[in-house]
């Protein structure tokens, strides 16, 4: 039995389309797949330029000086030493990093707690100059703060602050960026939950710390992060509101050593081991709380 003409020119074409199709997807695949596999490969590369740097610091931590300064960029030891970490553990590390703990912990308690309140009666309450008030705030983020050092140790120095635990915190406890933060966020909190809890009675600081602030804890656990870690690599106000070394903090300590504090030449793996142990608090804090750093919502937040 013969196929008739135009079924078997049918059934080519459609043959021919399904090759042409296959091959069309085929490609894309590929194209796709070796588009991947450049973008992975980019940013292993990308990383490794991070990483480095810190792959260096903890081998050179575990070096000796003649060894750290003939091959410093080396990612082994010719002879692997703890001598750094001895040192450290001799002098005065220890209370070093028990004042920057102290230090740290304070200053992020108490910004999380006045930058709260003063980005929630930024946000809710109503009285004059609100809006001055707020742009001094932004004011206060543009200006370096490299600017207000000579006028805080001024300050500090004539209300007797100086040289002191409180001196070293009390100026801390506040921050604009950490009320700009908490402001715009209590900003996107519906205000039917507020009215809510005024209708049960609860005052305006009820309402902030009962019901407000339990929905902010995206922005809390971001302004934690954030003022634990600027309380704890600040530098800059220690040198102007201490002078005692027994109020060293690690930075002002780990600074010290630049100049030779411990001994003479160059110490890199004394600096380097005293700077990776600093870094670790930071390091399991930020890693503890990064699925929160960014994350916002309003969850639990009653819709009009």
Do not use: C
């Amino acid at each position: 039995m013969s196929t008739h003409p135009k079924l078997a020119d049918t059934h080519t074409a459609g043959h021919a389309d399904g090759t042409h199709a296959t091959r069309g997807r085929g490609n894309r695949t590929w194209r796709g797949g070796l588009t991947r596999a450049l973008g992975y490969t980019a940013l292993i590369v990308v990383a490794l330029l991070y990483i480095y740097p810190f792959l260096v610091q903890l081998a050179t931590s575990f070096k000796t000086d003649a060894d750290a300064t003939n091959n410093p960029l080396s990612l082994w030891p010719d002879h692997f030493t703890t001598a750094a970490f001895s040192r450290l553990a001799e002098a005065d590390y220890s209370r070093w990093f028990a004042n920057s703990v102290v230090v740290a912990l304070l200053v992020t308690a108490g910004r999380v707690f006045f930058d709260s309140l003063a980005g929630y009666a930024l946000a809710r309450l109503r009285f004059p100059g609100r809006g001055a008030l707020f742009a001094a705030v932004i004011a206060v983020m543009a200006v370096p703060g490299v600017v207000l050092l000579i006028p805080k140790f001024l300050v500090l120095n004539q209300v007797g602050m100086y040289d002191s635990y409180a001196g070293m915190i009390v100026p801390l406890l506040a921050d604009a960026a950490g009320v700009f933060i908490m402001k715009q966020f209590f900003e996107s909190i519906p205000v039917s939950v507020e009215e809510a809890a005024r209708i049960d009675g609860a005052s305006t600081f009820r309402t902030f710390w009962s019901v407000v602030l339990p929905m902010a804890r995206p922005a809390l656990l971001t302004l934690t992060i954030l003022s634990f870690q600027g309380s704890w690599n600040e530098l800059g106000h220690f040198i102007v509101s201490r002078q005692s070394p027994e109020l060293n903090t690690l930075t002002t300590g780990v600074a010290s050593l630049v100049s030779g504090q411990l001994g003479s030449g160059n110490q890199y793996p004394l600096k380097l081991a005293a700077t990776l142990l600093m870094i670790i608090p930071v390091a399991l804090v930020f890693f503890a709380f990064q699925r929160h750093f960014v994350r916002g919502g309003t969850s639990g937040a009653t819709k009009g």
